[in-house]
């Protein structure tokens, strides 16, 4: 597949990683947002690290945040001639977790105005961590993604059942 490598963020994902994002001592969201995508250089280097594989050249990954721990966010350039928007939101944790997140962009949006940032939706470690919806970021949902407002829950069970191979497709990737 080709991909552009336009690293600009589109101007939804900015608005959102705009917002603050509270971890508030661990009841809030881990995450920490990037003021732009890694270049292509950061992220072959960080996929490259993350498998084991020096093959690989990380173009299928545009990389926006991170949680405390650095794994990462990102988007995964899946879907061949669609914009960056219409591609899956995925998780590669520090310890070898993974999730697809968030079909897409407008999505994400939702995800994160629930109160649910990309680790908390690729994981169930905190089982008794209850999230606390946003009001700055549902503000952003609403204005760039009205039309598709869902719960995180919503979010993510649609996310994986589009993409249930993602953990076996990132596995083959390392070595």
Known sequence: MTHTDDRGF?????????????YAGGDGVDFEPFEAFL????TADWLRAWTGNDQLDGDAFRVFGQDGSGGCAAFWLIRPGRPLADQPVVFLGSEGETGVVARDLGDFLWLLADGVGPWEAATSYEPDWTPTPDHGLTAVAER?????RRSAAAVIELATQEFPDFDDIVMALCR
């Open 10 to 22: 589109p101007a939804a994902l900015a608005a959102a990683m705009a917002a603050p994002f509270d």
């Open 144 to 148: 760039f993604a009205p039309d598709r």
């Open 39 to 42: 270049s292509a250089e950061e």
